[in-house]
T-cell receptor
Framework: DQQVKQNSPSLSVQEGRISILNCDYT??????FLWYKKYPAEGPTFLISISSIKDKNEDGRFTVFLNKSAKHLSLHIVPSQPGDSAVYFC?????????????FGTGTRLQVTL | DAGVTQSPTHLIKTRGQHVTLRCSPI?????VSWYQQVLGQGPQFIFQYYEKEERGRGNFPDRFSARQFPNYSSELNVNALLLGDSALYLCASSPQLGTLYEQFFGPGTRLTVL
């Protein structure tokens, strides 16, 4: 049962344009959402997060939008840079007491072309 | 400052064998979590430890066990290895429990079971 879904396995965007990565979730107990970025041979690196009490969070070139009614979140990267090429994972947590278990999606591979 | 470190980097075992993976958290971090990432999938939660106590367990068989030591480092043990245990095993540390505390991931241990 995939509780966090990233339906696009890959995405190619031109440098300078906007990259939009999407994520859907099914568990209404999730109350905190995160995006991680992963380069080959490295562990995932935290990028940005959003609490369920917000609908938008911005950090530099990265903005995460949350639509709770649709159980959907998206990550916008503007402008996209070649160094952004990596696998992006959406993750969710919450509803598990004090434990902070993360439930990950399957990832979207972003390629930013020149 | 050193990040999360894991050893070994790579490991090859045969079916039926036992393996021990090690993780050293960031200095000052008291919580350690373990994740399994199978090729083409997102990381899947195995265990979380805090102050040497298990605080969360994912949907993994009893062949998987872990512990946390007084210095907050951790070991993940897998008995009776199966081919399906081949994966990247990631360790993550965070200062405390709770969804608002960012989890920092190590580079992982690549386990191959032949």
């Amino acid at each position: 049962d995939q509780q966090v879904k990233q339906n696009s396995p890959s995405l190619s965007v031109q440098e300078g344009r906007i990259s939009i990565l999407n994520c859907d979730y099914t568990n209404s107990m999730f109350d905190y959402f995160l995006w991680y970025k992963k380069y080959p041979a490295e562990g995932p690196t935290f990028l940005i997060s959003i609490s369920s009490i917000k609908d938008k969070n911005e950090d530099g070139r990265f903005t995460v939008f949350l639509n709770k009614s649709a159980k959907h979140l998206s990550l916008h990267i503007v402008p996209s840079q070649p160094g952004d090429s990596a696998v992006y994972f959406c993750a969710a947590s919450g509803g598990t007491g004090t434990a902070s278990k993360l439930t990950f999606g399957t990832g979207t591979r972003l390629q930013v072309t020149l | 400052d050193a990040g999360v470190t894991q050893s070994p980097t790579h490991l090859i075992k045969t079916r039926g064998q036992h393996v021990t993976l090690r993780c050293s958290p960031i200095s000052g971090h008291k919580s350690v979590s373990w994740y399994q990432q199978v090729l083409g999938q997102g990381p899947q939660f195995i265990f979380q430890y805090y102050e040497k106590e298990e605080r969360g367990r994912g949907n993994f068989p009893d062949r998987f066990s872990a512990r946390q030591f007084p210095n907050y480092s951790s070991e993940l043990n897998v008995n009776a290895l199966l081919l399906g245990d081949s994966a990247l095993y990631l360790c993550a540390s965070s200062p405390q429990l709770g969804t608002l505390y960012e989890q920092f991931f190590g580079p992982g241990t690549r386990l191959t079971v032949l």
